[in-house]
Protein backbone atom coordinates (compact mmCIF):
# COMPACT_ATOMS: atom_id res chain seq x y z
CA UNK A 1 0.00 0.00 0.00
CA UNK A 2 1.09 3.66 -0.32
CA UNK A 3 2.68 5.23 2.71
CA UNK A 4 2.93 9.05 3.43
CA UNK A 5 4.93 10.66 5.77
CA UNK A 6 4.45 14.62 6.46
CA UNK A 7 7.29 16.52 8.17
CA UNK A 8 8.33 20.36 8.76
CA UNK A 9 5.72 20.79 10.90
CA UNK A 10 6.56 23.16 14.63
CA UNK A 11 6.26 26.14 16.51
CA UNK A 12 5.76 29.59 14.45
CA UNK A 13 5.38 33.07 15.32
CA UNK A 14 2.41 34.79 13.08
CA UNK A 15 3.32 36.27 10.03
CA UNK A 16 6.15 33.24 9.49
CA UNK A 17 6.68 30.76 7.11
CA UNK A 18 6.80 27.37 7.20
CA UNK A 19 7.25 24.08 4.75
CA UNK A 20 5.70 21.34 5.19
CA UNK A 21 6.81 18.25 3.12
CA UNK A 22 4.80 15.22 2.27
CA UNK A 23 6.81 12.24 1.28
CA UNK A 24 5.08 8.68 -0.59
CA UNK A 25 6.45 5.72 -1.08
CA UNK A 26 4.65 2.34 -2.97
CA UNK A 27 5.50 0.47 -5.66
CA UNK A 28 3.64 -0.35 -8.29
CA UNK A 29 0.77 2.33 -7.10
CA UNK A 30 -0.33 5.16 -9.13
CA UNK A 31 -2.16 8.26 -7.79
CA UNK A 32 -4.47 10.83 -8.88
CA UNK A 33 -3.65 13.60 -6.57
CA UNK A 34 -2.67 15.12 -2.87
CA UNK A 35 -4.52 17.26 -0.95
CA UNK A 36 -3.50 18.83 2.28
CA UNK A 37 -6.13 18.77 5.13
CA UNK A 38 -5.75 20.44 8.76
CA UNK A 39 -7.92 19.76 11.82
CA UNK A 40 -8.02 21.71 14.24
CA UNK A 41 -9.08 20.39 18.27
CA UNK A 42 -12.74 20.06 18.24
CA UNK A 43 -12.88 20.83 14.28
CA UNK A 44 -13.72 19.15 11.46
CA UNK A 45 -10.97 18.15 9.06
CA UNK A 46 -11.16 20.50 6.12
CA UNK A 47 -9.04 20.84 2.81
CA UNK A 48 -6.72 23.31 1.98
CA UNK A 49 -4.96 22.66 -1.22
CA UNK A 50 -4.60 19.95 -3.82
CA UNK A 51 -2.52 19.30 -6.94
CA UNK A 52 -2.84 16.85 -9.53
CA UNK A 53 -0.41 14.57 -10.07
CA UNK A 54 -1.19 14.64 -14.00
CA UNK A 55 -0.65 18.44 -14.87
CA UNK A 56 -0.33 20.15 -11.59
CA UNK A 57 -3.14 21.93 -11.56
CA UNK A 58 -4.00 22.88 -8.43
CA UNK A 59 -6.77 24.49 -5.14
CA UNK A 60 -6.41 26.66 -2.83
CA UNK A 61 -9.14 27.05 0.35
CA UNK A 62 -9.96 31.12 0.25
CA UNK A 63 -8.39 31.44 3.08
CA UNK A 64 -4.85 30.42 2.32
CA UNK A 65 -4.72 31.87 -1.30
CA UNK A 66 -2.16 33.84 -1.90
CA UNK A 67 -0.05 33.21 1.32
CA UNK A 68 0.02 29.15 0.65
CA UNK A 69 1.72 27.19 -2.25
CA UNK A 70 1.55 23.42 -2.69
CA UNK A 71 4.19 21.89 -5.36
CA UNK A 72 5.33 18.67 -6.10
CA UNK A 73 8.81 17.08 -7.28
CA UNK A 74 8.26 14.30 -9.37
CA UNK A 75 11.62 12.52 -8.98
CA UNK A 76 10.97 12.54 -5.43
CA UNK A 77 7.59 11.78 -5.09
CA UNK A 78 6.94 14.64 -2.79
CA UNK A 79 4.53 17.07 -2.14
CA UNK A 80 4.87 20.41 -0.36
CA UNK A 81 2.97 23.01 1.34
CA UNK A 82 4.68 26.47 1.60
CA UNK A 83 3.09 28.46 4.10
CA UNK A 84 3.96 32.18 4.03
CA UNK A 85 2.28 34.87 6.36
CA UNK A 86 0.78 32.48 8.96
CA UNK A 87 -2.03 33.05 11.35
CA UNK A 88 -3.19 32.03 14.79
CA UNK A 89 -5.96 30.40 13.51
CA UNK A 90 -3.53 28.38 11.12
CA UNK A 91 -2.79 26.04 13.68
CA UNK A 92 -3.49 23.17 13.06
CA UNK A 93 -2.21 19.05 12.60
CA UNK A 94 -2.13 19.24 8.96
CA UNK A 95 -2.48 15.92 6.45
CA UNK A 96 -1.32 14.77 3.07
CA UNK A 97 -3.63 12.26 1.37
CA UNK A 98 -3.34 10.34 -1.62
CA UNK A 99 -6.37 9.73 -4.08
CA UNK A 100 -5.25 6.23 -5.58
CA UNK A 101 -8.60 4.51 -6.37
CA UNK A 102 -9.62 7.22 -9.14
CA UNK A 103 -9.94 11.21 -9.46
CA UNK A 104 -12.61 11.32 -6.90
CA UNK A 105 -10.65 13.32 -4.26
CA UNK A 106 -9.43 16.29 -6.46
CA UNK A 107 -9.95 16.52 -10.23
CA UNK A 108 -8.69 19.74 -11.34
CA UNK A 109 -11.66 22.32 -10.91
CA UNK A 110 -12.67 24.45 -8.33
CA UNK A 111 -14.67 22.12 -5.94
CA UNK A 112 -12.78 21.66 -3.02
CA UNK A 113 -10.51 18.47 -2.34
CA UNK A 114 -13.53 15.77 -0.89
CA UNK A 115 -12.13 13.87 2.09
CA UNK A 116 -13.84 10.79 1.23
CA UNK A 117 -12.08 10.34 -2.15
CA UNK A 118 -8.86 9.97 -0.11
CA UNK A 119 -7.39 6.52 0.11
CA UNK A 120 -4.35 6.95 1.99
CA UNK A 121 -3.36 9.37 4.87
CA UNK A 122 0.05 10.16 6.46
CA UNK A 123 0.35 10.66 10.40
CA UNK A 124 -0.21 14.39 10.34
CA UNK A 125 2.11 16.96 11.21
CA UNK A 126 1.36 19.60 14.11
CA UNK A 127 1.62 23.45 13.45
CA UNK A 128 1.02 25.91 15.76
CA UNK A 129 1.27 29.38 15.37
CA UNK A 130 1.89 32.01 18.41
CA UNK A 131 4.02 34.51 19.84
Known amino acids: QLQLVESGGGLVQPGGSLRLSCSTSGFGIDYYSIGWFRQAPGKEREGVAA????????YYADSVKGRFTISRDNAKKAVYLKMNNVRPENTAVYYC????????????????????????WGQGTKVTVSS
Open 97 to 120: AADSNGPDGYYGNDVPPDRSGYDY
Open 51 to 58: ILVFDATT
